[in-house]
Structures are given as structure tokens and as C-alpha cells.
């Protein structure tokens, strides 16, 4: 088994609360991590680092745990940047686009989507990302939501089944019959390659009775909960995904009181923060030039805040996580320290994962060293390649 040692980090972001400087992000100065068989097998002082056969030597830059990335639509064919500019010139977001990407899917190969994924996930990679969630949701048939999930599930262990995305225009006038696929035979088909459930519960995609139902027999199949939600404007979404016990309720950003008391009150079991993760995604809002989320009156309220890139070809294209730190940042009213937090530990809560988001020993050795000397560039330098190295797994990546 052959160890690596990541030494001289002037700043680490551990993550692990009440350790370091005591605050949430767990800041340690002049550090060290090794990395033995794909793991963190010791964090503490540099000056105490024990002997490993590598090192890596940071140059006393910061360090943190690398992105989790729990909102992501990967699996897709073509791109929408004419929409985007027809947006920009004024016409207003429907979400009606997401049916032009239906057809160029449906109508791709499985290695053009392969290779589609591939290049999104290196890209995100390459902007400090270690875990990225996908979704499926393009393809909206029982053939093509199964295939989008094979392909999915080859790049990442999160992987979410969304055939409850749109209405494909073959059941417009008969959603019904289209929720019914959904939980039937649909579910049946993807469920081998997904670990999640989600709805797209919005006026003009569905409804609360029928996202109730696709997502109850999405659980009794053995998938978690996880819920777009309150994107557009206001809706029962988020307090259904409280109801069902979801994971995280997505986008959040027309909430009214009852929503965040519903939020704030699913307490999770260890006590450490809330049940339901309110994911925020700004990128969407940046995207379709809308207000964003209140993230402010969420961690005021005490309900545990993610941040995600929502990546997708109609309302967020873009795979940067220090790009959505940043918009947090600047226009959410988080701070460095909060953004960052949700961009690392509250991405892994938001998928239920404890051994990813932090550094600490037994946690996957998966660690973004930056060029900066501390997390706070991330925000105060937006739009600047800050990522210096990625281990994933223990195994250093391409550098930028
Ligand atoms: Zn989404």
C-alpha cells in the first residue's frame, strides 16, 4: 500500500467543526494529509507529518476538501446558446426549452451522450469538483431515461432518475398517462442505475399530487428523495420533500415562512443541522437573469444551506463551483466561509454522504489544493482559475 503525503498547506479547510480554529470550516494552518490506499489516513501540523512514499508539496497555498457537486444535468445532446441569447435580449424563462433537448438526446448516440458526460465531469474536475451528481430527464422514454442512467452511472455513484423532468410532447394532453409510465415501467427500467428519486414540481411540469406519487414509489423501489423545488415561484414543493423525508429540496428560491419552519424543523437524526438540505443553485438564476435564493434567511433560520451548479444546457451551463461560490457570495448574502462550506460539506449532506466533504481520517482522500492562500479567494477572486491540483481518490489529477 503506498502512501502520499500533501505537505506544506498554509491553510486546510477540514470541515470538521469545533477542530482548528473552531469554526465550522475546521481551519488548520501549516498542515499536512496523507493518503493511504485512496483515503485520509492522518490530518495535523506539518511539522509532525509522518514519512510517506510521495509528497506533494503545496507551497503553503490552501487546501480544502474537493466540490461535491449534488445538482447536475449531464446527460444531454446539443446546446441551447441561442435560447440563452434570445434570453438575454429579453424574453422571459419558461422552462419549455428542456423539450428541445429531449429530441437532440433521443436522438443521440450512447457515445455521443457518453462523451458529453465525460467532458463535463473533466471539466468540473479541472474547477476542483470530486463528486458530481447526474440526473437524468432528457430522454423521457423508458428506453432513453434507462440508457441515460447506464451512462450516468459509469462516471459517478450519484445518479438520479428525473423522468418526471417535463411532459414529453407525446403526453401533453395526457400527463396522467405520463405520470403513470413514470411509475411504472420507467421506474422499473432506471431504477437499476439510480440512487435518487426526483420531480421537477413546478406550475407547467408537475404538480404536487403527482410528484407525491412518482417520489413515494421511487422510495418503496429503494431510491432516495430529492426534489426540484420552488424555482419559478411559489409551490408546495419543498414542504412535500420535508414531508417524504427527502435528502434536499432544490433551487428555493420563492420560499414563504411555512416553507423555512418546515425546513428548519426536520431536525436531522445526529442533530447536526437539518434533515432536508435546502440546495441553492445560482447559476440558474445567473443564467435566466432571475432573483436569486435568500440563502441569508435560510442559515438564519438553521437550516442547513448546499450550493450546486445545477449544470445543464438551458438554465445554467456552467460546471464551476467557485463560480457558484462566488454568486453566493456576492449576491446571496452568504459568506466565504458559508459559501464554501456549502459548496464542500453541505453538497455531501445534500446527498447523505459522510465521507466526502471533509477531511478527516477514514474520509475519501479527495482534496482540491488551490492557487491562493486561503479559501477566501475563491469569492474574492471570481472568474479566476484558482485550481492548482485535484486528488480524487487519493490519486492526483491533471493539473490546469
Ligand atoms: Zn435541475
Same mark, same amino acid.
Given at each position: 500500500m503506498s502512501s502520499l503525503l500533501v505537505d506544506n498547506i498554509g491553510e486546510l479547510v477540514t470541515n470538521v467543526a469545533g477542530t482548528g480554529d473552531g469554526s465550522p470550516l475546521g481551519l488548520r494552518r501549516d498542515s499536512a494529509v496523507l493518503v493511504e490506499d485512496g483515503h485520509v489516513a492522518w490530518v495535523g501540523p506539518a511539522r509532525y507529518a509522518p514519512a510517506a512514499d510521495r509528497r506533494i508539496d503545496a507551497g503553503g497555498a490552501a487546501a480544502l476538501p474537493?466540490?461535491?457537486?449534488?445538482?447536475?444535468?449531464l446527460v444531454f445532446a446539443g446546446d441551447r446558446a441561442a435560447e440563452f441569447a434570445a434570453r438575454m435580449a429579453g424574453q422571459p424563462y419558461t422552462g419549455g426549452g428542456i423539450r428541445t433537448t429531449v429530441g437532440a438526446t433521443r436522438a443521440a448516440s450512447d457515445d455521443t451522450l457518453r462523451a458529453t458526460v465525460r467532458r463535463l465531469v473533466g471539466e468540473a474536475m479541472r474547477q476542483g469538483t470530486t463528486t458530481i451528481e447526474i440526473k437524468s430527464g432528457y430522454g423521457l422514454t423508458v428506453a432513453d431515461e434507462a440508457r441515460s442512467l447506464r451512462i450516468a452511472a459509469e462516471a459517478s455513484e450519484e445518479t438520479t432518475f428525473l423522468g418526471a423532468h417535463v411532459v414529453p410532447a407525446e403526453y401533453a394532453d395526457r400527463p396522467d398517462d405520463y405520470v403513470g409510465l413514470v411509475c411504472g415501467p420507467m421506474l422499473a427500467a432506471a431504477a437499476p442505475y439510480a440512487r435518487w428519486v426526483d420531480v421537477f414540481c413546478e406550475r407547467g411540469a408537475f404538480d404536487a399530487d403527482h410528484a407525491r406519487a412518482i417520489l413515494t414509489v421511487g422510495q418503496a423501489a429503494g431510491l432516495g428523495v430529492r426534489l426540484h423545488a420552488n424555482q419559478l415561484g411559489p409551490g408546495p414543493g419543498v414542504r412535500l420533500g420535508v414531508e417524504l423525508g427527502a435528502a434536499s429540496v432544490d433551487h428555493c428560491t420563492h420560499l414563504d415562512d411555512a416553507d423555512v419552519s418546515a425546513l428548519a424543523d426536520s431536525t436531522a437524526p445526529d442533530g447536526s443541522g437539518t434533515a432536508t438540505v435546502a440546495t441553492l443553485l445560482p447559476g440558474a438564476e445567473f443564467s435566466t437573469r432571475s432573483p436569486y435564493p435568500d440563502a441569508r434567511r435560510l442559515l438564519d433560520a438553521g437550516v442547513t444551506v448546499a450550493l450546486a451548479t445545477d449544470c445543464n444546457p438551458g438554465s445554467s451551463y456552467t460546471s464551476s463551483m467557485p463560480f457558484c461560490v462566488a454568486l453566493a457570495v456576492r449576491e446571496m448574502r452568504m459568506t466565504p466561509a458559508e459559501a464554501v462550506w456549502a459548496a464542500t460539506a453541505g453538497g455531501a449532506r445534500a446527498l447523505r454522504r459522510t465521507d466526502i466533504g471533509v477531511l478527516r481520517p477514514g474520509a475519501r482522500a479527495d482534496l482540491t489544493i488551490l492557487d491562493a492562500p486561503s479559501h477566501l479567494h475563491l469569492a474574492y477572486r471570481p472568474g479566476?482559475?484558482?485550481?492548482? /491540483?485535484?486528488l480524487h481518490n487519493g490519486v492526483p /489529477?491533471?493539473?490546469?
Open positions: 474537493g466540490f461535491v457537486d449534488s445538482h447536475a444535468h479566476v482559475p484558482l485550481i492548482h /491540483q485535484v /489529477q491533471c493539473r490546469s
